[in-house]
């Protein structure tokens, strides 16, 4: 049996490191699908919305939904005030902390 723990989505606070950072050189938009890192547990993603423009640039800042595709991996994690990475391969590109979990129902 899945527990509804395991079905979540967040709101998180993000902020894309800049090339000079060893991040990205170009901007991320909505359905960008880096890996989260959290302790750890790491799951795929898709990022569904970007606060502003929809985009960000290397350095910028913004409020996020994030979608896990593989919950259950990091469920335990996803608490208010945790602070997490995103990566593309073993590059750590983003940086977050996450402001609100939503559980989806099955």
């Known amino acids: 049996m899945v527990s509804s723990q ?3 989505d967040i709101a998180a606070r993000l902020r894309l490191l800049t090339a000079e ?4 050189p170009a901007p991320i938009e909505a359905n960008y699908r880096p890996r989260f890192y959290i ?3 790491s799951s795929d993603i898709a990022i569904k919305w970007i606060s502003g423009s929809g985009k960000m640039n290397p350095g910028d800042e913004a409020d996020t939904t994030i979608v896990f595709a593989s919950p259950e991996n990091v469920a335990s994690c996803l608490t208010i005030g945790a602070k997490f990475e995103l990566k593309e391969g ?3 590109v983003a940086t977050g902390m996450i402001t609100d979990v939503w559980r989806r129902s099955c």
């Open 6 to 8: 395991s079905n979540a």
């Open 21 to 24: 950072e060893g991040g990205r």
């Open 39 to 41: 302790g750890e547990f």
């Open 90 to 92: 073993s590059r750590t």
